[in-house]
């Protein structure tokens, strides 16, 4: 058995075990204080860590903390204690959802002035609908390749509007010049999916690629693809059209409610 196995076995044992002793007690019982973590997370970790705040996780006995890191929110979990500390991802069985990432997401909820940013740093445009979703993409991401065909599709039907940013990623060799160059030549949506590279790096490309780079980077996001949604929320990895619907507030597709 591998250690990554061990680990999460450990975890949902330590979950179980905390959902027996502490029963629906706990989970309306109040969390540490922040001193109390601050003095649990020096002595465990030997280091002063940005406890920013500690709310109920919504599991049992379960307390969720909320701290930074280099500018980063980052979330561990505690009893109602502050005896135990834990690292990692809860994930819910009923419906497979990553818990720990959806509250990231709401922590790290881009603010009006982000989004003005995000804007600023969209390559390029496609499409006319009312409503608008921005791509984090990268051009060599075979994962991207399956949002861009579903946001494409839907670009088609004129629902919404897909503004996309290149964020090339380390791993991906010369996916970074790929990039500039779909900047630098203009060639938009056909050139992303084309995997455009031409000897074109000009000043203007380079300069949108690395701050795009840095900013995500500086907010949290570091895969892709990532979806950014107007109100600031976003998503790393693929969603399906029914998901990216219902954050959007977008009805479901004649062929969906049975229409011809």
Do not use: W
Not at 164 to 185: A, Q, T
């Amino acid at each position: 058995m591998t250690d990554s196995k061990i680990i999460f076995r450990l975890f949902l044992f330590f979950i179980l075990v905390l959902g027996m002793i502490s029963g629906p007690v706990a989970s309306a019982a109040r969390c540490p204080s922040i001193d109390i973590m601050k003095s649990a997370i020096k002595k465990t970790f030997r280091r002063n860590l940005n406890v920013q705040s500690i709310e109920p996780s919504g599991i049992p006995g379960l307390c969720q903390v909320n701290i930074k890191i280099r500018g980063q929110n980052r979330i561990i979990y505690t009893d109602t204690t502050g005896g135990y500390l834990l690292t990692g991802q809860i994930f819910r069985v009923s419906d497979g959802i990553n818990i720990t990432r959806e509250a990231l997401a709401k922590l790290n909820r881009l603010s009006p002035e982000d989004m003005k940013r995000v804007n600023q740093l969209t390559a390029f445009s496609v499409g006319s609908g009312k409503k608008t979703v921005y791509l984090v993409t990268d051009p060599q991401c075979p994962f991207c390749k399956k949002a861009e065909n579903i946001l494409s599709s839907m670009v088609k039907s004129n629902e919404i509007t897909l503004k996309v940013l290149l964020f090339p990623l380390r791993f991906h060799k010369g996916s970074k010049e790929e990039c500039i160059s779909i900047i630098c030549d203009d060639r938009g949506f056909e050139g992303l999916k084309n995997r455009y590279r031409s000897e074109n790096q000009c000043a203007a490309g380079i300069r949108k690629v690395e701050n795009t780079i840095s900013f995500l980077q500086q907010k949290g996001i570091t895969a892709t693809p990532t979806y950014i949604f107007p109100d600031g929320t976003y998503h790393s990895g693929v969603l399906m059209e029914n998901v990216i619907r219902y954050k959007l507030g977008l009805t479901a597709p004649d062929s969906a409610k049975g229409g011809k």
